[in-house]
């Protein structure tokens, strides 16, 4: 005997065609994760120029629990009068009110504190915060610079990029010496790097040297384990100056046919902690049977969040055309 | 020498000459891992050479050896 479901929505008629806000609420926040709507637009950033006690927030679509908006042109927020003793961080969030039936831009003025932190986020039935920045606000401060504010935003929707986004790829016609990442959007969850190269060296398949934000100091702490043929090894550098996102192919007479294929996994990239990293890479010879796959494990000893990302090869050769790194982001 | 350089926020890409700090560097990874790559060479023949003592002092094949202790071939 068929039993209906509790609640069901929007049908023609019967009990499912009685959607009320909080019954579109309840299917539609399944529709698209809440977050920021990836369009092309300005992704509701927020920036200071120095104007005064203020901030401005760029264009932007959202989706919150099922409810979307869409900030046509930039809005300005005030930021609140200054402490006379200590600093403050300020949030500067999205809100869906349920109550009052609306979304706005606001600012959340945090406690002045010798050492702040941001208000936390209020998330219920009655409302639904997102959050877009942080604003430092200095003690005595009469005006917000461009270095006060910091990017917040956790995440976007996934939209009709799916769960992953391509945020950057090159696809080499020529060589070069290094390949290089930067104003990384701190707006997903992970990144993911996936490298298929070649490396002009004809001797040896070299490993695909990665440092995060400029970083070459011995932060760094590899462990790893491969396998070629029928042996396979493991090993450690620590301290070390690098990680390693996988491994380039051998040059092979001038033929791209034998590109690497390495991954590499950044957890938490925008996160204050410190990172642990993966990577697993697969190449050859230059021959037609693989040489050898490699599993490692880095961590970076930083607690910063990840905004560069540089790839060398270890013995200083370049990666030869036809080569192609591509950066994703996730979440 | 020089490097590609993907902006990942404005989608904009560039190639720029190694500055001289990238091409110091660059000099000095060649160096480490020239380092490291020998240091494993290294550490895999006395492995190697160890087998080797311990299955002709005790009259066998480094094959044997293995076979006996049940040592994976990397070992």
Redesign the interface.
């Known amino acids: 005997m068929a039993t209906t479901l509790d609640v069901y929505a929007p049908f023609d008629s019967g009990p499912g065609a009685n959607v009320m806000e909080s019954t579109w609420r309840g299917f539609a926040k399944y529709m698209l994760e809440t977050g920021i709507i990836r369009n092309g637009d300005d992704h509701f950033r927020v920036y200071a120029d120095s104007t005064g006690m203020q901030v401005k927030v760029g264009t932007g679509h959202c989706w919150i629990q099922g409810h979307w908006g869409e900030n046509a042109a930039e809005k300005v927020l005030p930021i609140a009068a200054a402490d006379p003793t200590n600093p403050r961080d300020d949030l500067v969030v999205l809100r869906a009110d349920f109550v009052n039936n609306h979304i706005v831009l606001d600012t959340k003025p945090g406690t002045p504190a010798a050492s702040p932190t941001e208000p936390s986020l209020t998330q219920s039935s009655s409302m639904w915060e997102i959050r877009l920045a942080r604003v430092r606000v200095a003690t005595n401060a009469v005006t917000i610079a461009a270095g006060d504010v910091t990017d917040r935003r956790e995440r976007y929707t996934s939209n009709d990029y799916g769960p992953g986004a391509l945020i950057a790829e090159t696809r080499l016609t020529a060589s070069t010496t290094s390949i290089v990442f930067d104003q990384i959007p701190q707006t997903f969850r992970h990144l993911y790097i996936v490298a298929s190269v070649l490396s002009s060296n004809t001797t040896a398949n070299q490993p695909i040297y990665c440092r995060f934000n400029d970083i070459a100091t011995n932060s760094y702490d590899l462990q790893w384990m491969h396998s070629s043929g029928t042996t396979y090894a493991s090993g450690r550098v620590a301290p070390a100056s690098r990680v390693e996102i996988g491994h380039a192919s051998r040059n092979d007479n001038g033929e791209d046919t034998n590109l690497s294929s390495s991954e590499f996994l950044v957890a938490n990239y925008s996160k204050t902690q410190r990172h642990n990293t993966l990577a697993r890479s697969s190449f050859t010879n230059g021959g037609a049977s693989l040489t050898l796959w490699q599993s490692a494990g880095w961590l970076w000893g930083s607690s910063n969040p990840i905004t560069k990302i540089t790839l060398t090869l270890a013995d200083g050769s370049s990666f030869k055309a036809g080569s192609q790194v591509s950066l994703y982001g996730l979440g | ?11 904009e ?1 560039c ?1 720029q000459p ?1 500055t001289d700090v ?1 091409t110091a ?6 160096a ?3 380092a ?1 790559v020998q240091q ?1 060479a290294a550490e ?1 023949a006395a492995h190697q050479a160890t087998l080797s003592k311990v299955a002709a002092a005790s009259g066998v094949t480094v094959a044997q050896l293995r076979a006996a202790l049940g040592v ?3 070992e």
């Open positions: 020498m020089d490097a590609v350089e993907l902006n990942c926020t404005t989608g890409g190639r190694l990238e560097q660059r000099e000095t990874d060649i480490t891992s020239a490291e494993r895999t994976p071939p990397h």
